[in-house]
């Protein structure tokens, strides 16, 4: 009996489980942040991730949604014609080239997926840990790094993009000669922001009492800035991310725009597009510069929001601010010019 007694003590409760799980599912970041939004912040983070929503998914399954391919010329029956107006054959009609417009937009968006995948990759690893090094370690290390990221700062990322493009590919690129391209040069200018938020945190975690504590036991280095630093150090990664990955896709339809991005034959780019349609709008033909136009406008505009709205919620403050809006004054309260009420009373 009582082995009995102390089993039942022990084991889980199985109508607890989903339970736990129903909180974990909460946690997820996303999730976490939507349930903490309220009023316009919420409107405006459901319609950032909606258009991010669109925007990869379209990337993942471009092969799937394009009718023709991002450089195909030819269809079941014959040749594409050069500007040919919206139809049932091609949605978004065709440009200058001949290129189906609804195809390589579709196609544009994986393209501009990869280079925010291999952009904010390498600046987050690269910013992270340069800043991590210097804000633990401090002295003329963290000097030296300082000036180095404000003199990297003040480059103008598109004229930085521009050189390295010319660089690494002579200004034509192929698919992965233009990622490279840009992703390098948005990495570069990148570093600094990542930089400077982990030196920051780092700068403060370190004098916190339980790195003291780690420092006392006998912790090394590198286990107290991995787990102990690090650690604290990057709740506001999630805010720059989002940020940086809208200005990934500015980078790259400027590249394109000006002539150095990646060739049509090699993959599709909105900027090039939207370059060789400049002579059609004098000429009255839309449809080759509004759909690439609107495709970045709406993806940068998706990633904006995004990163605006997880920007708000991350300060206390104005979460605090915009919760005590929607609470009901007690009973009894005076608001300026009204009337106090108390226990139905005018008074």
Do not use: C
Request: charged fraction near 15%; avoid cysteine.
């Amino acid at each position: 009996m009582a082995t009995s007694t102390s089993t039942t003590g022990t084991a889980a409760d199985p109508a607890q489980q989903p339970v736990r799980r129903r909180r974990s599912w909460r946690r997820l970041p996303v999730v976490h942040q939507l349930r903490q939004s309220v009023g316009l912040q919420r409107g405006m983070l459901v319609a950032g991730l909606a258009l991010t929503a669109v925007f990869v998914l379209a990337a993942i399954f471009a092969p799937l949604l394009a009718p023709y391919g991002y450089g195909q010329l030819r269809g079941p029956h014959g040749e594409f014609g050069a500007q040919d107006h919206p139809s049932g054959a091609h949605w978004l009609g065709t440009t200058v080239g001949g290129f189906d417009v609804f195809s390589r937009v579709i196609y544009g968006s994986r393209t501009a997926l990869l280079v925010i995948v291999v952009a904010v990759a390498l600046s987050m690893t690269i910013g992270v840990l340069v800043g991590l090094v210097s804000g633990y370690f401090g002295g003329w290390l963290d000097r030296v790094l300082v000036v180095i990221a404000d003199a990297i700062y003040a480059f103008p990322s598109l004229l930085l993009a521009i050189v390295m493009a010319i660089v690494i590919s002579g200004g034509q690129s192929s698919l992965v000669g233009g990622i490279l391209a840009a992703a390098i040069s948005v990495t570069v200018v990148f570093i600094p922001q990542y930089f400077r938020v982990i030196r920051a945190e780092a700068v403060r975690i370190k004098a916190e009492a339980f790195v003291e504590s780690a420092r006392v036991i006998g912790a090394s280095n590198w286990r107290i800035m991995v787990r102990h630093v690090l650690r604290n150090s990057t709740r506001t990664l999630p805010l720059i991310l989002t940020l940086n990955a809208s200005e990934s896709i500015l980078t790259l339809a400027g590249l394109g725009f000006l002539g150095f991005g990646i060739q049509p034959t090699s993959a599709a780019e909105w900027g090039f597009d939207l370059n060789r349609s400049v002579g059609d709008v004098t000429s009255g033909i839309w449809w080759t510069s509004i759909f690439p136009g609107l495709a970045i406008v709406l993806t940068v505009l998706g990633l904006t929001l995004v990163g605006e709205s997880l920007n708000d919620l991350a300060d206390p403050r104005l979460r605090t601010r915009r919760r005590a809006a929607d609470v009901p004054p007690p009973a009894g309260a005076v608001e300026p010019g009204g009337v106090l009420v108390t226990d139905g009373v005018q008074s």
